[in-house]
Nanobody
Framework: VQLQAFGGGLVQAGGSLRVSCAVSGLSFSSYSMGWFRQAPGKEREFVATISWSGGSDFADFVKGRFTISRDNVKKTVALQMNSLKPEDTAVYYC????????????????WGQGTLVTVSS
């Protein structure tokens, strides 16, 4: 199983960035997908999740700014990040969890390597 996150980079505050994750080696449509992030010196935290059928949920601090989508044919999941803030700076990780989505990182079965997003002020 491989989860390959990509699309991170440097963006100014107020800007947008899209990070994506390509998945291989599992039955993608049977898995919920999640995005988590970890800022320097902080614990990993939940950002967004999307079920196999497309239902989504977000952490309060990104609601209204971020959207999540998936393509079950291409086996990809994307996180569109708008109105970015310096506090959004972190390594963003995609993760796969069999069946139902969750906010709990411990319940996810597979993880990608992460992609760094840096938001300058």
């Amino acid at each position: 199983v491989q989860l390959q996150a990509f699309g991170g980079g440097l963006v100014q505050a107020g800007g947008s960035l899209r990070v994506s994750c390509a998945v291989s080696g599992l039955s993608f449509s049977s898995y919920s997908m999640g995005w988590f992030r970890q800022a320097p010196g902080k614990e990993r935290e939940f950002v967004a999740t999307i079920s196999w059928s497309g239902g989504s949920d977000f952490a309060d601090f990104v609601k209204g700014r971020f959207t999540i989508s998936r393509d079950n044919v291409k086996k990809t999941v994307a996180l569109q990040m708008n109105s970015l803030k310096p506090e959004d700076t972190a390594v963003y990780y995609c993760a796969a969890k069999r069946l139902q989505p969750s906010y709990d990182a411990e319940l996810y079965n597979y993880w990608g390597q992460g992609t760094l997003v840096t938001v300058s002020s």
